[in-house]
């Protein structure tokens, strides 16, 4: 099983950006499907954005598309996620989860096999 560990959170004020990372163990990195999610105070998981095993499919919700970018680089074993024109509906604890055999994309949180503790992002107005 993969372990998943988050980092680049932190407070920033509206239109700034900022770079998430996700450093997974193991070395079968390159076999899993990836995604961001993210998590508001009193809402449900929500999902932010997904990459294929290779890095050549990706997929966003439509509330970051345009905004967010998701890469990921398997020779270091990390999955990222720039964010830019942060806005304030976008604060949440944001999570990196990977889906060990199912296809790329998928938006459901039920549908991947390990998460990270998350890490905060605040957007102020």
């Known amino acids: 099983q993969v372990q998943l560990v988050e980092s680049g959170g932190g407070l920033v004020q509206a239109g700034a950006s900022l770079r998430l990372s996700c450093a997974a163990s193991?070395?079968?990195?390159?076999?899993?499907?990836m995604g961001w999610f993210r998590q508001a105070p009193g809402k449900e998981r929500e999902f932010a954005a997904a990459?294929?095993?290779?890095?050549?499919?990706?997929y966003y919700a439509d509330s970051v598309k345009g905004r967010f970018t998701i890469s990921r680089d398997n020779a270091k074993n990390t999955v990222y996620l720039q964010m830019n024109s942060l806005k304030p509906e976008d604060t949440a604890v944001y999570y990196c989860?990977?889906?060990?055999?199912?296809?790329?994309?998928?938006?459901?949180?039920?549908?991947?096999?390990?998460w990270g503790q998350g890490t905060q992002v605040t957007v102020s107005s």
């Open positions: 989860a990977a889906d060990y055999t199912g296809r790329a994309g998928r938006r459901r949180a039920d549908e991947y096999d390990s």
């Open positions: 193991g070395r079968t990195f390159s076999s899993y499907n």
């Open positions: 990459i294929s095993r290779g890095g050549g499919s990706t």
